[in-house]
């Protein structure tokens, strides 16, 4: 069995790291400058494979500001700004996808 990081990594639109933080345990998404943030839209968005694994390998290597680390297929809006393209994403992002007890 192959490990993941090892498998070949299959780029077919934009993508983005995202991972959790491991201090607060929150969902972070990597920028172009190296650092994390909270936000979606200021994730840094990639189309190749190569700049994929280049972002993801770094993101890995900051095992002490986040962990479980992933390439996330995203949309993107007229900036190119990343926005959630999957159901995952999107609970990741906002919440769940249903009005917990009290929030009604």
């Known amino acids: 069995m192959v490990a993941p990081q090892q498998q070949k990594l299959r780029v077919t639109g934009p993508v983005a790291i995202t991972g959790n933080s491991l201090a607060e345990g929150i969902v972070v998404w990597r920028t172009a400058d190296g650092t994390w943030s909270r936000r979606m839209s200021d994730a840094a968005v990639v189309s190749t494979s190569e700049e994929a694994l280049a972002l993801l390998q770094m993101a890995e290597k900051d095992g002490i500001n986040a962990v479980g680390c992933y390439v996330a297929h995203v949309a993107t809006d007229s ?18 996808t249903v009005a917990l007890p009290g929030q009604v």
């Open 79 to 96: 900036q190119g700004r990343a926005k959630p393209l999957n159901l995952r994403e999107r609970i990741r992002t906002e919440g769940p």
